[in-house]
T-cell receptor, first 113, second 115 residues
Framework: GDSVTQMEGPVTLSEEAFLTINCTYT??????LFWYVQYPGEGLQLLLK?????DKGSNKGFEATYRKETTSFHLEKGSVQVSDSAVYFC????????????FGTGTLLAVQP | DTGVSQDPRHKITKRGQNVTFRCDPI?????LYWYRQTLGQGPEFLTY????????KSRLLSDRFSAERPKGSFSTLEIQRTEQGDSAMYLC?????????????FGQGTRLTVV
């Protein structure tokens, strides 16, 4: 079945460092891909998405490119801030009527001043 | 606040008791999803509704779990005879009828602890 694998955390960075969180997926057909973020004490929020190959999703300085050839959707940010500390989830939504989301296990990012 | 709301935010119950959670979706959203998230894991799909019809249930949803969405508005998730393994965060999400660009909006979740 469809699945998502993302790098384990925690990832600890200093402010202004470059961030990459790896995400790869297995899916039949042509899934849509998402990054969700969960700040402490808050619900899941959509960070960015891409719905077809070679699309780049971007938001709040974060970017991810849908790479069909490597089945990847890695999250990047050029300069992280303390306020980016959160848990980041990669997810896919496959075809079919349900349109349910399938999530990775999440990666905790801790940014130190 | 026009987001997805869940009640209660926290619930502690004794093993064997029944619990019920409520989710109020965004008002114009016709799809409603329930997910379960255990510590250190991503959310896992449990079930979803389109309007009042429950259209899919995961194998994770044992016979002790039941969900309803009367009148296609709010939804309830009931767990009967709770077990310690039911301890988790229960998340509700809602969306418009799906397309490739449809976004699902999540509530803050109900954290269940079974002691």
């Amino acid at each position: 079945g469809d699945s998502v694998t993302q790098m384990e955390g925690p990832v600890t960075l200093s402010e202004e460092a470059f961030l990459t969180i790896n995400c790869t997926y297995t899916a039949t057909g042509y899934p849509s891909l998402f990054w969700y973020v969960q700040y402490p004490g808050e619900g899941l929020q959509l960070l960015l998405k891409a719905t077809k190959a070679d699309d780049k999703g971007s938001n709040k300085g974060f970017e991810a490119t849908y790479r069909k050839e490597t089945t990847s959707f890695h999250l990047e940010k050029g300069s992280v801030q303390v306020s980016d500390s959160a848990v980041y989830f990669c997810a896919l939504r496959g075809g079919g009527a349900t349109n349910k989301l399938i999530f990775g296990t999440g990666t905790l990012l801790a940014v130190q001043p | 606040d026009t987001g997805v709301s869940q009640d209660p935010r926290h619930k502690i119950t004794k093993r064997g008791q029944n619990v019920t959670f409520r989710c109020d979706p965004i008002s114009e959203h016709n799809r409603l999803y329930w997910y379960r998230q255990t510590l250190g894991q991503g959310p896992e799909f449990l079930t979803y509704f389109q309007n009042e019809a429950q259209l899919e249930k995961s194998r994770l949803l044992s016979d002790r779990f039941s969900a309803e969405r009367p009148k296609g508005s709010f939804s309830t998730l009931e767990i009967q005879r709770t077990e310690q393994g039911d301890s988790a965060m229960y998340l509700c999400a809602s969306s418009l009828k799906a397309s490739a660009n449809t976004e699902a909006f999540f509530g803050q979740g109900t954290r269940l602890t079974v002691v």
